[in-house]
């Protein structure tokens, strides 16, 4: 693992990072963990019957609750033995965590969009919708960590998945760590 305990991806909404943790966390026999399905559960939990669109919810969570979330996922990652994924990263020891940033373009990321989470949605719609999404987690992150989660300083490797395969991008990041 060359030194790294734990590897985190970040990036854009439907940029691609639960594929690659998926791949990973496989081939290193790990756990996985995604703060976004962590939100999920809670959303779950509160609308069994998602009378309340996950994203409208997530919008209005507190700092606080945010800030519990990513102080518990910090303690999981640098505990190590962990493939995860989280929007925010720069609370992270980047000595223990190697950390990936997935990018694609937004008509990219519309059109994975298209058939699954915002399936019957125009194209231009779920862009909007995404666009929308990206702007209210830099927000978030800027109370949180004052800084752009998008800004490649906090970043060990960025990947397009616009241009690499999932496998190329597994490959990649099995080269390095």
Request: charged share 30%; with cysteine; net charge positive.
């Given at each position: 693992?060359?030194?790294?305990?734990?590897?985190?991806?970040?990036?854009?909404?439907?940029?691609?990072?639960?594929?690659?943790?998926?791949?990973?966390?496989?081939?290193?026999?790990?756990?996985?963990?995604?703060?976004?399905?962590?939100?999920?559960?809670?959303?779950?939990?509160?609308?069994?019957?998602?009378e309340?669109?996950?994203?409208?919810?997530?919008?209005?969570?507190?700092?606080?609750?945010?800030?519990?979330?990513?102080?518990?996922?910090?303690?999981?990652?640098?505990?190590?033995?962990?493939?995860?994924?989280?929007?925010?990263?720069?609370?992270?020891?980047?000595?223990?965590?190697?950390?990936?940033?997935?990018?694609?373009?937004?008509?990219?990321?519309?059109?994975?969009?298209?058939?699954?989470?915002?399936?019957?949605?125009s194209?231009?719609?779920?862009?909007?919708?995404?666009?929308?999404?990206?702007?209210d987690?830099v927000?978030?992150?800027?109370?949180?960590?004052?800084?752009?989660?998008?800004?490649?300083?906090?970043?060990h490797?960025?990947?397009?998945?616009?241009?690499?395969?999932?496998e190329?991008?597994?490959?990649?990041?099995?080269?390095?760590?």
């Open positions: 693992m060359k030194g790294f305990v734990s590897i985190v991806i970040s990036g854009e909404p439907k940029s691609g990072k639960s594929t690659l943790a998926g791949m990973l966390a496989k081939a290193y026999g790990w756990q996985r963990l995604s703060l976004g399905d962590m939100w999920r559960e809670k959303w779950r939990k509160l609308y069994p019957n998602e309340v669109p996950f994203d409208v919810f997530w919008k209005g969570t507190t700092i606080d609750e945010n800030r519990r979330m990513n102080v518990e996922a910090k303690k999981i990652f640098e505990k190590g033995k962990m493939v995860g994924d989280s929007r925010f990263v720069s609370y992270l020891n980047p000595s223990k965590c190697f950390l990936i940033f997935m990018t694609a373009s937004l008509e990219t990321r519309a059109k994975r969009s298209a058939n699954g989470e915002y399936k019957g949605k194209i231009a719609g779920i862009k909007r919708l995404l666009k929308k999404r990206e702007m987690e927000q978030m992150g800027m109370k949180l960590f004052k800084n752009d989660y998008r800004d490649p300083e906090h970043y490797l960025i990947l397009n998945s616009g241009i690499l395969t999932p190329q991008e597994f490959n990649i990041v099995r080269s390095i760590v």
